[in-house]
């Protein structure tokens, strides 16, 4: 089956920096790779996604990356905010509906 | 907010006892999940249902057994509850080719 591995599993910026977060896949045929943010004492929510056939993805301060050959996707957060401070999971699937695989989550926590 | 109740929201329980965990959605998606969160492991997808009567397993279903007799209602059971089954259970819907709505969890505690 599909493995996710994500990293870090912590990660601190200061305010106003960057954060990335780095998943890999070992699946060639998954084609969705959703990544979802965790607040404290609530479900994951989606905050953006990619299929198999775009590289990159940009919705205001986040974007997204997935190279295909190498089986690896990113999420970049420019900008951070202390509101960004959160449990991030990426994902991988076959499809949208269909069972997902997730990688272990990233806390981030930005520093003001 | 997606209409996707999960109840109860906390419960403690006693090994060897059945405990069945409820999740209720108002959004008419097809498709309904159950996984568990666990430190060091992410989420991981225990049952989900692709339909009413429509249920298969995920990779961590060994312990638990669903059932979805209506639309909206989609149940996870504990047989004989264990003290590995404590966790953070999290019901998901999605529809076709739509993004995945998670409920608030559900936190277990088997003793």
């Known amino acids: 089956g599909e493995n996710v591995e994500q990293h870090p599993s912590t990660l601190s910026v200061q305010e106003g920096d960057s954060a990335v977060i780095k998943c890999t896949y070992s699946?060639?045929?998954?084609?969705?790779f959703p990544w979802y943010k965790q607040e404290l004492g609530k479900g994951p929510q989606l905050i953006i996604d990619?299929?198999?056939?775009?590289g990159e993805k940009k919705d205001q301060r986040i974007a997204v990356t997935l190279n295909k050959t190498a089986k690896h996707f990113s999420l970049h957060i420019t900008e951070t905010q202390p509101e960004d401070s959160a449990v991030y999971f990426c994902?991988?699937?076959?499809?949208?509906?269909?069972?997902?695989?997730f990688g272990i989550g990233t806390k981030l926590q930005v520093i003001p | 907010d997606a209409g996707i109740t999960q109840s109860p929201r906390h419960k403690v329980t006693e090994t060897g006892t059945p405990v069945t965990l409820r999740c209720h959605q108002t959004?008419?998606?097809?498709?309904m999940y159950w996984y568990r969160q666990d430190p060091g492991h992410g989420l991981r997808l225990i049952h989900y249902?692709?339909?009413?009567?429509?249920?298969d397993k995920g990779e961590v279903s060994d312990g638990y057994s669903v059932s979805r007799s209506k639309t909206e209602d989609f149940l996870l059971t504990l047989e004989s509850a264990t003290s590995s089954q404590t966790s953070v259970y999290f019901c998901?819907?999605?529809?076709?080719?739509?993004?995945?709505?998670f409920g608030q969890g559900t936190r277990l505690t088997v003793v």
């Open positions: 990619i299929r198999s056939n775009v």
């Open positions: 699946d060639s045929a998954s084609n969705y």
């Open positions: 998901a819907i999605t529809q076709d080719g739509d993004e995945a709505f």
């Open positions: 959004e008419n998606h097809r498709y």
């Open positions: 994902a991988a699937s076959k499809s949208s509906y269909q069972k997902v695989t």
């Open positions: 249902s692709y339909g009413v009567k429509d249920t």
